[in-house]
């Protein structure tokens, strides 16, 4: 393979901005929940990259054939990786699809065949388009790529910051992540924040049912996250994390109480019994291993079921947060019995057919 740009590719990032930017000029896209890849094509070779320099090229060969097809001879195009559902994206059915065996690797392909949404290109024919300005480079990708295949697609772009936060709203439960806002004079530049990202974020009262130690061994890394349901069963919902190094050492001293007994009347007491058990890897137990762990050690703490704990988060999917949590506050106002799945506010879904023929694209 002998292209203007070569992989590794380290892509372009985007800052976390709270509301919608609206400098004149600006243009927007939808923020895509799913794996970002860089695509490059030389005549027959293709190669899927990830934004971690992970190859994805092996777990997504039914995208190597369609891309085959919709893409230019020599091109690098950045895009995202999703998978479709009737009820929007899927990112569990997603991260199912690296799998070790290659025969699960063509089930799933089958069963659950990956989408690529295109949304920059980086190089065309003996071009090296980095240093073009983005509008440039999108004029372009338009002229190349060939969305009559299916789950081929050209992210959608506005100029009108009335229709991104339309679109911010109004296809949330679709799965989009959020809206980009992108500078139409800016160049690619790798691994930079030269974008900006606006994301669905929002709060939750949830039962603080545990914690990990931070890998430092010196300070609470993470604290462990129950919700429960309509008949009381209470599940792991996820985590919340990112405390600084004096919030953690903070945390060792204001949960060391509720570390007395903690198991004797736990809820996942049986998950904590399993945690040194290898066969223990089902996702849903917080000290359970799994694929995606990279081996790294997730056994936990119990802590008494007395704690609450105001938590921002973005979305829920299958029944859990889809990213980590940030812990806003304690409440010792709130009872653990009060955090239930019906405090969330989940928008209603919506059909990914009629985003893309609101926005002109196949």
Not at 4 to 24: E, F, I, K, Q, Y
Not at 315 to 322: D, L, M, S, T
């Given at each position: 393979?002998?292209?203007?740009?070569?992989?590794?590719?380290?892509?372009?990032?985007?800052?976390?901005?709270?509301?919608?930017?609206?400098?004149?000029?600006?243009?927007?896209?939808?923020?895509?929940?799913?794996?970002?890849?860089?695509?490059?094509?030389?005549?027959?070779?293709?190669?899927?990259?990830?934004?971690?320099?992970?190859?994805?090229?092996r777990?997504?060969?039914?995208?190597?054939?369609?891309?085959?097809?919709?893409?230019?001879?020599?091109?690098?195009?950045?895009?995202?990786?999703i998978?479709?559902?009737?009820?929007?994206?899927?990112?569990?059915?997603?991260?199912?699809?690296?799998?070790?065996?290659?025969?699960?690797?063509?089930?799933?392909?089958?069963?659950?065949?990956?989408?690529?949404?295109?949304?920059?290109?980086?190089?065309?024919?003996?071009?090296?388009?980095?240093?073009?300005?983005?509008?440039?480079?999108?004029?372009?990708?338009?002229t190349?790529?060939?969305?009559?295949?299916?789950r081929?697609?050209?992210?959608?772009?506005?100029?009108?910051?009335?229709?991104?936060?339309?679109?911010?709203?109004?296809?949330?439960?679709?799965?989009?992540?959020?809206?980009?806002?992108?500078?139409?004079?800016?160049?690619?530049?790798?691994?930079?924040?030269?974008?900006?990202?606006?994301?669905?974020?929002?709060?939750?009262?949830c039962?603080?049912?545990?914690?990990?130690?931070?890998?430092?061994?010196?300070?609470?890394?993470?604290?462990?996250?129950?919700?429960?349901d309509?008949?009381?069963?209470?599940?792991?919902?996820?985590?919340?994390?990112?405390?600084?190094?004096?919030?953690?050492?903070e945390?060792?001293?204001?949960?060391?109480?509720?570390?007395?007994?903690?198991?004797?009347?736990?809820?996942?007491?049986?998950?904590?019994?399993?945690?040194?058990?290898?066969?223990?890897?089902?996702?849903?137990?917080?000290?359970?291993?799994?694929?995606?762990?990279?081996g790294?050690?997730?056994?936990?703490?119990?802590?008494?079921?007395?704690?609450?704990?105001?938590?921002?988060?973005?979305?829920?999917?299958?029944?859990?947060?889809?990213?980590?949590?940030?812990?806003?506050?304690?409440?010792?106002?709130?009872?653990?019995?009060?955090?239930?799945?019906?405090?969330?506010?989940?928008?209603?879904?919506?059909?990914?057919?009629?985003?893309?023929?609101?926005?002109?694209?196949?």
């Amino acid at each position: 393979m002998e292209l203007p740009v070569m992989p590794p590719v380290r892509p372009m990032l985007a800052t976390l901005v709270r509301d919608l930017p609206r400098s004149p000029g600006l243009l927007y896209e939808p923020k895509w929940d799913g794996f970002r890849c860089i695509v490059f094509r030389d005549g027959d070779e293709i190669e899927l990259g990830s934004r971690n320099d992970r190859p994805l090229t092996r777990y997504f060969p039914e995208l190597v054939d369609l891309l085959t097809d919709a893409l230019p001879q020599r091109c690098v195009v950045d895009g995202e990786i999703i998978v479709v559902t009737e009820n929007g994206l899927d990112f569990d059915a997603l991260q199912n699809r690296l799998h070790p065996a290659a025969s699960r690797v063509r089930k799933l392909a089958a069963e659950t065949p990956a989408s690529f949404v295109a949304f920059d290109v980086l190089a065309l024919d003996d071009r090296e388009l980095t240093a073009e300005p983005f509008a440039t480079r999108r004029r372009l990708l338009e002229t190349v790529l060939d969305t009559a295949f299916a789950r081929v697609h050209l992210t959608p772009l506005t100029d009108d910051p009335e229709v991104a936060r339309d679109w911010f709203t109004r296809f949330e439960g679709a799965g989009f992540d959020g809206v980009m806002a992108k500078d139409p004079t800016l160049p690619y530049q790798q691994d930079k924040r030269a974008m900006w990202k606006v994301k669905h974020e929002r709060t939750a009262d949830c039962v603080v049912a545990g914690f990990r130690w931070h890998k430092d061994g010196k300070g609470i890394g993470s604290l462990l996250l129950g919700l429960y349901d309509d008949v009381g069963t209470l599940h792991h919902v996820g985590v919340a994390s990112g405390f600084s190094a004096a919030r953690r050492a903070e945390l060792v001293d204001e949960l060391r109480p509720l570390r007395q007994g903690a198991l004797d009347e736990h809820p996942w007491r049986d998950w904590a019994a399993a945690a040194g058990d290898p066969s223990a890897t089902a996702g849903r137990m917080p000290g359970g291993l799994s694929r995606w762990s990279g081996g790294k050690d997730l056994s936990w703490e119990p802590l008494r079921i007395e704690l609450v704990a105001e938590v921002r988060y973005e979305h829920v999917q299958a029944g859990r947060f889809r990213h980590g949590g940030r812990l806003v506050r304690f409440r010792p106002d709130r009872t653990p019995g009060s955090c239930t799945y019906s405090q969330l506010d989940e928008a209603a879904p919506a059909e990914l057919t009629a985003f893309f023929a609101e926005a002109g694209t196949p």
